[in-house]
């Protein structure tokens, strides 16, 4: 069966700091990946989403940024990070296209 | 352009008390409505995909039924355990993202 995980599942981080968070999908091959945040009380907003290695594709532009750098991994990361990045980051994966989305556990970030 | 609003944002019950949860939708084309349910502190668990009007499915004390506008989420004789956000989505012409509705909180009180 296949299983996401992503960490760490809390963090909390100065302004101005750097960012990485992981998410690795395991039991399945070239799944396609997403990155979505929400904000306290908000909906779900897409981040960015990849169709396979080193394909990325952003939705909002901003001080982050994905990679991909193998099938099944994909990380957030930012160089400098902004009060306005805090919120619930939540990795997912899908197989193919209209097919159902999974998602990982969610890590919370704070900056401060 | 493609949009999904979900109402009401909160919705209260007592244990028992049967309700339904809306997800209005204007989409070019549906390709697919999902529901999902959401724990505080948790990502999304997958509930149901619903892709023509008049299908229903359900699980538990959940039924979806859609129409070619909204899609409803019955709950009937909901438990407190049934409390969580409720959140709907639908894929993009691509097929390669899902929007998502901001959700109804639902609390159920014993």
């Known amino acids: 069966s296949q299983t996401i995980h992503q960490w760490p599942a809390t963090l909390v981080q100065p302004v101005g700091s750097p960012l990485s968070l992981e998410c690795t999908v395991e039991?399945?091959?070239?799944?396609?990946l997403y990155w979505y945040r929400q904000a306290a009380g908000r909906g779900l907003q897409l981040l960015f989403y990849s169709v396979g290695i080193g394909q990325i594709s952003s939705e909002v532009p901003q001080n982050l940024s994905a990679s991909r750098p193998q099938d099944r991994q994909f990380i957030l990361s930012s160089k400098k990070l902004l009060l306005s990045d805090s919120g619930f980051y939540l990795c997912a994966w899908s197989v193919g296209t209209r097919n159902t989305i999974y998602f990982g556990e969610g890590s919370w970030l704070t900056v401060v | 352009e493609d949009q999904v609003t979900q109402s009401p944002e909160a919705l209260r019950l007592q244990e028992g008390e049967s309700s339904s949860l809306n997800c209005s939708y204007t989409v070019s084309g549906l390709r697919g409505l999902f529901w999902y349910r959401q724990d505080p502190g948790k990502g999304p668990e997958f509930l149901f995909t619903?892709?023509?009007a008049g299908e229903e499915k359900e699980k538990e004390r959940l039924k979806a039924t859609l129409t070619k506008k909204e899609s409803f989420l019955h709950i009937t004789a909901p438990k407190p355990e049934d409390s969580a956000t409720y959140l709907c989505a639908f894929p993009s012409n691509t097929g390669n993202q899902f929007y998502f509705g901001t959700g109804t909180s639902l609390t159920v009180i014993p």
């Open positions: 039991g399945t091959s070239n799944p396609n």
């Open positions: 619903l892709y023509s």
